[in-house]
């Protein structure tokens, strides 16, 4: 006992020089160039980034571009949706969740947002903004897995919850909507907004009302298989509300080209890095634009084919021109090869000069789809006094003119666009099913690359346009187009209650044709 007090006493003086050098010490040990609380504005800007990014090459190019057959490889490895292999690229997207990785945890940083603006009323406009943000990051998610956390989602930092239920997508679509409707009601101009942090619409309200409820009448016309009544109310409210009609409304995110690769269009270098790096010889991933795509637009008369599609042409085999002619287009068929065809050469790729810029912008969400949207309403009897054909053909000049966003080899004249709707003339006397396929199928060609997620769902809920599936031998769905996204196989080790819970209520499978639950 004595020598214990003796060390005490001894080591006291040490323990008190210690204290007085420890003073101080938390300040020097902040990361001055890192911030050390939430700041909603940046946090907002990077959840905008990353919803709209998360893993493009791996999703939306290699899986759905292919299964959707806008994009064709002879290769095997990155065939995903060309021939059906590959459950690892569909996989990419839970990073959302995780936040792992460069651009990565929009479902994390939306979260935040939304905790920091809560606590002041005055902050009623950015958490708004937030909310319909989160709607968008999720209805995305959840059209590609089904079941997901998502009441739970996001939580590991707020609440240490680390192993998040899964909720079904019934609830998800309940909720979403709800978020939707609550947000864009709660909107108020007097109020203060994300200003330039907002990079769509720069604090503007009034459009942001525009895109909530273009949102909602997207999301209202998921159901329209799984629950018509329910798609019918929210429909309606979607319009009555006011939805994205105009040019000037649509929602855009604008890119920069410089030394700052992440001001760069994600797509045009996700594209551009991985497959169409140098004109001439083979691509990096095999890639080529597909067969089905070319022959509809050339078929049609589409002069959106002189804007997105090119063949490289030469003389002497060492300068090459991207030659938009239209009667060298020439897609390349789905799953044909499996060794570099001596015709790869011959074949379309993206135009350099349009979807290959780095500077191009991106719409999120436009009229030519809302337009669409409102002609398929229109045959449903939920659109009050708007005709089928009237929309329609606002459809069409809405997405022809919005490759001018592009650059000057994005422009198409209205002596060109009244020419296709001349030739290409809407079905009014059609049966239901042959309007309903002119519809999707016109929204397949308009949301070209800008939004493959949104035509891989819309293609899962109405079945249009009607494609052709591959049958590559040792294929991963039996020769069957890819319908859902594949949840890593970590969820099993990490979250395994809640995901063999959810796996089970979803038919017991985890794989390429699995289903989600609007999707009948």
């Not at 409820?213 to 329209?224: A, C, D, Q």
């Not at 293609?459 to 890819?482: A, D, E, F, Q, S």
């Amino acid at each position: 006992m004595n020598r214990i007090l003796k060390t005490i006493l001894c080591s006291a003086p040490l323990f008190l020089t210690l204290t007085s050098c420890d003073k101080g010490f938390e300040e020097m040990n902040v990361d001055p160039n890192k911030y050390a609380e939430v700041v909603p504005e940046y946090l907002f800007t990077r959840a905008l980034l990353d919803g709209v990014s998360t893993n493009f090459t791996g999703a939306a190019y290699l899986t759905i571009g292919q299964s959707m057959q806008h994009f064709a490889t002879y290769k095997e490895v990155p065939a995903a949706g060309d021939k059906y292999f590959n459950f690892s690229y569909s996989t990419g997207n839970w990073n959302a969740f995780a936040g792992t990785g460069a651009g990565q945890g929009s479902v994390i940083s939306i979260r935040q947002v939304i905790d920091a603006v809560s606590e002041n009323p005055a902050n009623v406009n950015k958490l708004s903004a937030a909310r319909i943000w989160k709607a968008y990051i999720f209805h995305r998610l959840t059209d590609l897995y089904g079941d997901i956390p998502y009441f739970d989602a996001g939580k590991a930092l707020s609440g240490k919850n680390y192993a998040p239920k899964y909720d079904t997508q019934q609830a998800i679509y309940a909720d979403l909507l709800k978020e939707l409707d609550e947000s864009i009601k709660a909107f108020d101009a007097t109020k203060p907004t994300f200003g330039n942090a907002d990079l769509m619409y720069g604090g503007d309200v009034n459009k942001w009302k525009k895109f909530g409820y273009s949102l909602m009448l997207r999301l209202g016309m998921r159901l329209t298989e799984v629950d018509p009544a329910t798609a019918k109310t929210w429909v309606e409210k979607a319009i009555a509300g006011g939805v994205i009609l105009d040019d000037a409304d649509r929602a855009v995110i604008a890119y920069v080209d410089g030394s700052q690769t992440a001001s760069r269009n994600f797509i045009a270098s996700g594209l551009l890095s991985t497959d169409y790096i140098t004109p001439g010889g083979d691509n990096v991933e095999g890639g080529k634009l597909a067969k089905t795509l070319i022959d509809y637009l050339k078929t049609t008369k589409d002069p959106r084919l002189n804007v997105i599609s090119i063949v490289w042409t030469t003389t002497d085999n060492k300068t090459f021109t991207a030659d938009t002619t239209t009667a060298l287009q020439n897609g390349m068929p789905n799953a044909a090869f499996n060794s570099l065809p001596a015709s790869f050469n011959t074949f379309s790729e993206p135009n350099p000069a349009t979807l290959l810029r780095y500077s191009a912008p991106l719409i999120v969400l436009g009229n030519a789809e809302t337009n669409l949207l409102l002609a398929e309403a229109s045959v449903r009897g939920w659109a009050g006094g708007t005709t089928a054909a009237t929309a329609y053909g606002n459809a069409v000049k809405a997405g022809m003119r919005q490759w001018a966003l592009f650059g000057s080899g994005g422009v198409i004249s209205d002596a060109k666009i009244n020419a296709y709707l001349a030739a290409n003339p809407y079905r009014t006397g059609g049966t239901v099913a042959q309007q309903m396929e002119q519809i999707q199928t016109q929204k397949w060609v308009s949301l070209f690359l800008e939004d493959e997620y949104e035509i891989f769902a819309n293609w899962r809920r109405t079945g249009y346009p009607v494609l052709t599936p591959t049958n590559y031998p040792g294929n991963l769905t039996g020769g069957k187009i890819p319908t859902r996204f594949v949840i890593p196989d970590s969820e099993e080790t990490y979250n395994r209650t809640n995901f063999l819970e959810a796996r089970t209520r979803q038919g017991g499978t985890n794989t390429l044709s699995s289903t989600v639950w609007w999707d009948k």
